[in-house]
């Protein structure tokens, strides 16, 4: 049976953490993408999916399936002190997700698109509207980024990745990005082998 097999039929009751992610670092990046996409937010544990985010065989298509796949709207207009304790995990992982999306971390790939195109623009459309009556959600997506999506720019080879969204990068943002939860940026990361860190580092 293949790892990725293995990993969508395991039985997580009774499993370390350590052996958990021993599943996801076997399996190929292509794998990583297509387990991302059939995520179950309710089912697999969340340490596993912040591992994964990580990663930067990860494209901008599978960050923005991974996003609405968990369901945003249910939390986007809530107060963080009435969340229910039991989703609270569930929200912090998505709003880490989301100043991913946003720092631009997730580059766009040929022939890898958002699940469903539809749902992201109407996301755009209501957080448009929310800024014109004064409203805002938790989760508001940089428009610029993800545009990038939407338009069919930036359609980068990952084998040959030597650009991001940001422009005015620098050396400062690099040192302070893991600061700021954004993580590694993309300009060091394109240089590092496939991410094997230990369960210490599991938040991004």
């Given at each position: 049976?293949?790892?990725?097999?293995?990993?969508?039929?395991?039985?997580?009751?009774?499993?370390?953490?350590?052996?958990?992610?021993?599943?996801?670092?076997?399996?190929s990046?292509?794998?990583?993408?297509?387990?991302?996409?059939?995520?179950?937010?309710?089912?697999?544990?969340?340490?596993?999916?912040?591992?994964?985010m990580?990663?930067?065989?990860?494209?901008?298509g599978?960050?923005?399936?991974?996003?609405?796949?968990?369901?945003?709207?249910?939390?986007?207009?809530?107060p963080?002190?009435?969340?229910?304790?039991?989703?609270?995990?569930?929200?912090?992982?998505l709003?880490?997700?989301?100043?991913?999306?946003?720092?631009?971390?997730y580059?766009v790939?040929?022939?890898?698109?958002?699940?469903?195109?539809?749902?992201?623009?109407?996301?755009?459309?209501?957080?448009?509207?929310?800024?014109?009556?004064?409203?805002q959600?938790?989760?508001?997506?940089?428009?610029?980024?993800?545009?990038?999506?939407?338009?069919n720019?930036?359609?980068?080879?990952?084998?040959?990745?030597?650009?991001?969204?940001?422009?005015?990068?620098?050396?400062?943002r690099?040192?302070?990005?893991?600061?700021?939860?954004?993580?590694?940026?993309?300009?060091?990361?394109?240089?590092?082998?496939r991410?094997?860190?230990?369960?210490?580092?599991?938040?991004?």
């Amino acid at each position: 049976m293949s790892a990725f097999a293995r990993f969508t039929q395991y039985d997580w009751s009774g499993r370390t953490a350590e052996e958990q992610l021993a599943l996801l670092r076997a399996l190929s990046d292509e794998n990583l993408r297509d387990l991302a996409r059939g995520f179950d937010w309710d089912v697999h544990p969340l340490h596993l999916l912040r591992w994964i985010m990580a990663q930067k065989c990860i494209d901008l298509g599978t960050a923005l399936s991974v996003f609405f796949n968990s369901g945003p709207e249910r939390f986007n207009y809530v107060p963080k002190r009435e969340l229910p304790e039991n989703l609270q995990e569930t929200a912090s992982v998505l709003d880490t997700l989301c100043l991913r999306l946003n720092s631009g971390f997730y580059l766009v790939w040929p022939n890898s698109d958002a699940t469903d195109r539809n749902r992201v623009r109407q996301w755009l459309a209501t957080q448009a509207q929310d800024r014109q009556t004064g409203r805002q959600g938790r989760f508001v997506l940089d428009e610029t980024i993800v545009g990038t999506l939407l338009n069919n720019e930036l359609c980068l080879d990952p084998a040959a990745e030597t650009a991001v969204y940001e422009q005015n990068t620098s050396i400062w943002r690099d040192i302070f990005s893991p600061v700021l939860e954004l993580g590694v940026s993309r300009r060091v990361l394109r240089y590092k082998p496939r991410n094997d860190d230990d369960l210490s580092k599991l938040e991004f």
